[in-house]
């Protein structure tokens, strides 16, 4: 008899482990031989940690000398700029582009213009940036750091909306260093889309 619970015991245990297990084997993806791929558990996505001082990926950004054909493919409904050469993406940065009809980012093909600037301060809108290149209208639509102010301070509460949120003037807004390095690194006439 107790022979017999033991092995009732075990058979429960092995019962409910197999429910766990098919449980675990319905929330993973299963690589070709079969096995659990426990790293793809679809777990909830957490929001990035961005920070808006910093580059926005931990890798280098890309050498545009070996990729002459490369372009600047601003995403709005994702708040994402990709530095892509054909189809293969680069590099990835947060942004913050316009807002609303009044403040609306032009969407269209595009081209890196003339002017750029290490700061500017708009005295109507109350703020500037650093590392400012315009790609439209010559000085009014840029990509620059997230804004400052007249002093040039950073505005923290405008910065982590970075990559957030459209919360521009019509800009696309950058991290400090993500903005640093297009103003001194992305030439004349590179392509720029807006979509």
């Known amino acids: 008899m107790r022979r017999f619970r033991k092995i009732l015991v075990v058979i ?6 197999g429910i766990g297990i098919n449980r675990l084997y319905q929330k993973t993806a299963v690589n070709s031989t079969g096995r659990f791929n426990l790293s ?6 957490k929001a990035p940690v961005i920070n808006w001082r910093e580059p926005s990926e931990d890798k280098a950004y890309p050498d545009l000398k070996a990729h002459p054909n490369a372009w600047l493919d601003v995403n709005t409904s994702k708040q994402r700029v990709y530095v892509r050469d054909g189809q293969t ?3 990835t940065m947060y942004c913050s582009t316009g807002t609303g009809k009044e403040n609306k980012t032009p969407h269209g093909t595009f081209a890196i213009q003339g002017e750029r600037g290490k700061f ?3 005295q109507s809108s109350g703020e500037g940036a650093r590392y400012w290149v315009s790609w439209k209208d010559h000085g009014i639509y840029l ?4 804004p400052t102010d007249k002093d040039g301070h950073y505005i923290k509460h405008e910065a982590e909306e970075l990559g957030k ?4 003037h019509g800009c696309v807004r950058l991290s400090v260093a993500d903005a640093k390095w297009v103003y001194e690194n992305v030439p004349y006439g590179m392509k720029v889309v807006i979509r």
Request: aromatic share 16%; net charge positive.
């Open 143 to 146: 990509f620059h750091s997230v």
């Open 165 to 168: 949120s459209a919360a521009s």
């Open 12 to 17: 429960v245990l092995l019962v409910i482990a």
């Open 120 to 122: 500017f301060y708009n």
């Open 89 to 91: 993406v680069l590099y």
């Open 40 to 45: 793809q558990l679809s777990l909830k996505k």
